[in-house]
């Protein structure tokens, strides 16, 4: 991987150190100059070429088959949605419940992933039920995880890698488990999208919903569902308008949705964010996801190796190697994660504060392809350089 070309290509990486690619990851010229290309446009010819959703200015269809060859899946089985909550939302309110039906979830789980199961909860009266992941191995996961499971079971709810600790599940375990007691499983990617390959049929999960906007590096307010083919009919769009359908009689409101993930598209939206999000998916699959993931090992054991040791530096990650992402914790003895955060800001990194086990709170610091080996070991000499109080 040619790495001092691609940052060539990414701007912010020229004046900071940008570990923060697990909040919002930093776009490619191609990305930026794909949405600037068509604002552009949208700017000299009017915005009715965009209201009026011509294909070769939205670049819908085409957006949507990189976003399923990426996933290995279906054209008809992509829904572009703006975030990782749309899909959740998608599916959790287009579900057919029925009071005292459970779904499982993951203690680490992001809001966008979790909202929706305290609303049906009080809409519906359905359980949800919590799966704290223990990090030691994915046998406890699923060893914790079998023992939630009912058969009132309806799904399992569940970050493929968790935002904290970047902590990635056994998918392929879960969906089994959820298939065997009639359950689907459902994985929110927003983590875990653009760190490595993914194949949704390898996964074995029924739903996949994602943000593009981290590690994919897509603009911000970009995203996708994907549902298992055979799922799409029981999936009733819950929101809805112009968009989706084949047809639509405003005299009788006959309203026929496409078979596709398309019917869940609906209203207006900023299409020139979609050919942008294609041209992520474009920028980085020709980095090579294989290589990514690899890189990524290589750079958090590289900061692990850097920061053990340092007196008053305590680093973190899943205990379990095959578990572990691109991610690392770092905290310093005595200081919140919060003022840890803030001084390495200062110093010109991108990052956020995380908790670690126990009351632990540090850093999180995102290894993405781009970080470079040099800003691996300043970052870590800069964070013993905290904790030595200089
Ligand atoms: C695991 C995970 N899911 C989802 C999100 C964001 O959700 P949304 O795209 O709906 O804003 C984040 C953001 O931090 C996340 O870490």
Redesign the pocket.
Known sequence: MDVANLRQQIPALKSSIYLNA??IGPSPLPVTNALLRLANQVSEEGPDGMAFSREEFTRAKETRAKVARFLGAGDDEITLAR????GFDIVGHGLRWQAGDEVVFGGG?????RAIWAILARRHGIRPIRLDLRDDSPEAILEDARKLMTPRTRLVSI?H???ENGLRVPARELADLAHEHGAYLML?G??AVGQFPIDVHELGCDFYA??A??WLLSPFGT?FLWTRRELLPSIEPSWVGAGGTIGFDPETATWDPLPTGEKFEFGARYWPLVPAMGAAIDFVSSVGLGAIAARERDLVERMRERLRGRPGVIEFAPRCTSLRTGVVGAAVEGMTGADLAERLRARRTHLRANRGPGALTGVRLCLAFFVTEDEVDATADAIADIAAGR
Do not use: L, M, R
């Open positions: 697990g909040g975030s990782t909550a749309e789980d992001h809001p966008a992933a970050s890698v968790t935002s929110d927003c983590q994602a943000g906007y981290k995203g």
